[in-house]
């Protein structure tokens, strides 16, 4: 579906934005998981804003980290639907996650450490504090 709607509807000089807003996955997904989703997606709109819901929100975070080469925004399962509202209408957190993720370039070189993991997770909850996570 998000590559029928991008096509339909491609980012343009005049449009640069996606025809989404923002991207929801979960985390684990029966047939296919939420990282190769986000990778398919990323592949087509590098752009793209994705939120994961999971559970699993330090696995999420490494593996996002890992193999997205980029830090995304969770979303700590279960959820209200007010928080999902919160979260999808708070694009100053995306902003900052795109200024943060020019720091995760660093691990494209290297397999990140579990030092560097944990520092740009804490670097992650300084940004998502008195908000919701």
């Known amino acids: 579906m998000y590559k029928k709607e991008l096509t339909r509807y491609p980012p343009s000089a005049d449009n640069p934005s996606s025809p989404f807003d923002a991207v929801l996955l979960d985390y684990r997904m029966p047939k296919k998981d939420g990282i190769e989703v986000a990778k398919e997606i990323l592949n087509l709109?590098?752009?793209?804003?994705?939120?994961?819901?999971?559970?699993?929100?330090?696995?999420?975070?490494?593996?996002?980290?890992?193999?997205?080469?980029?830090?995304?925004?969770?979303?700590?399962?279960?959820?209200?639907?007010?928080?999902?509202?919160d979260t999808l209408e708070d694009k100053e957190i995306y902003e900052e996650?795109?200024?943060?993720?020019?720091?995760?370039?660093?691990?494209?070189?290297?397999?990140?450490?579990?030092d560097q993991i944990t520092k740009l997770l804490e670097a992650i909850r300084r940004l998502q504090k008195n908000r919701t996570f």
Do not use: C, G, W
């Open 97 to 114: 996650l795109k200024k943060l993720n020019v720091d995760a370039d660093a691990f494209k070189a290297v397999n990140a450490t579990h």
């Open 45 to 85: 709109n590098a752009d793209q804003r994705i939120i994961f819901a999971s559970a699993y929100v330090k696995d999420t975070l490494v593996d996002s980290v890992k193999q997205l080469r980029r830090a995304v925004e969770l979303m700590q399962k279960p959820f209200k639907i007010e928080a999902l509202i």
